[in-house]
């Protein structure tokens, strides 16, 4: 679907417009230059406040003294034409709704520093930097309007009327579980055989005070959903809203299957969903669900589908 520029579109096109400068060498007569190498990222992060700290982040966006040096696909090696004690900053990059040419910072983590980077020439340092989220809460500007991993056995998501399957609640090795294995070891499924042809699922609750929207506003007023899930199938992920008297569904990604072995899903994904835009155009809108819908492409017996992490994240100044 063809879109209208939004605010991620116009900060991704601002980075690309500082990066082409980036191509030339530092001032100064140096000529060999050092390297920074940037083999892994993490994410430390309270559970109870923002959930598990996994994360997708396949970019590093780089400063060296406040000089934009690029966006590097992780993992990289990259040369710097500086040499002695720097500020480094990093800041996480995604494929937004899971396109890699819709590359961009994420705008709810804080930027990684370190202002006492020794580079020298013809030298290698290696930075793992470990990223945070902003602040959130009431006195914030960043909140996290909603957060289901279905540890608690009273879980957000419902099936509607017409859908054909339930809603599941495992463990076990097919679930998602985190490092530890302390704070999450509970997903949804849902199944489809042969005597099932859809499902159709949303949130329990509907969002009738999402902030305002601008398509200038930058990070300001940008919504995200985040979410990790493994599928035999294809399926959807949209937005449901009531909007002049009328219930409209609109889908926004399909998930495309993530490898099988034997009957199950193989391996999670995390994708990182931009609602922002589909608020903007339906900014008169009573409410709104998230929605997860079943897309078949297969007929060749039982097909999975597993969810897990969700978090709906916005700023709204």
Not at 226 to 233: G, I
């Amino acid at each position: 679907m063809i879109r209208k520029l939004t605010f991620f579109a116009l900060i991704s096109l601002t980075f690309i417009a500082l990066l082409l400068p980036s191509c030339k060498k530092f001032e100064g007569s140096q000529t060999v230059p050092a390297y920074i190498r940037i083999d892994t990222v993490s994410v430390n992060c309270d559970y109870f406040i923002y959930g598990a700290n996994t994360h997708k982040f396949i970019d590093a966006w780089v400063f060296v003294d406040d000089y934009d040096l690029g966006c590097f696909e992780l993992p990289a090696t990259f040369p710097v034409l500086k040499e002695g004690v720097h500020k480094i900053k990093v800041y996480p990059g995604i494929a937004r709704d899971g396109i890699r040419d819709l590359r961009t910072p994420y705008p709810f983590m804080k930027p990684w520093e370190n202002t006492k980077v020794n580079l020298v020439r013809d030298s290698i340092v290696t930075l793992n930097p470990v990223f945070t989220y902003y602040p959130a809460g009431v006195d914030e500007n960043m909140h996290i309007r909603w957060k289901e991993g279905f540890e608690d056995g009273t879980i957000t998501l419902q099936a509607s009327t017409d859908s054909d399957a339930s809603i599941l609640r495992v463990n076990g090795p097919l679930a998602w579980h985190d490092q530890d294995g302390i704070y999450s070891t509970y997903s949804a499924k849902l199944v489809l055989t042969s005597d099932t042809s859809q499902f159709y699922i949303t949130n329990t609750e509907a969002f009738a005070d999402l902030p305002p929207l601008a398509e200038n506003s930058g990070w300001a007023g940008s919504c995200m959903l985040e979410m990790d899930y493994k599928c035999s199938d294809t399926c959807m992920v949209g937005l449901h809203y009531y909007k002049d008297y009328r219930n409209t569904k609109e889908a926004i990604v399909r998930l495309r299957p993530t490898g099988t072995s034997g009957e199950e899903p193989e391996r999670w994904n995390k994708i990182y969903i931009n609602i922002g835009p589909y608020l903007i155009d339906n900014e008169g809108a009573s409410w709104f669900k998230i929605y997860f819908a079943s897309w078949p492409t297969r007929n060749d017996g039982n097909q999975y589908f597993y969810f897990d992490n969700l978090k709906l994240i916005y700023r709204d100044r």
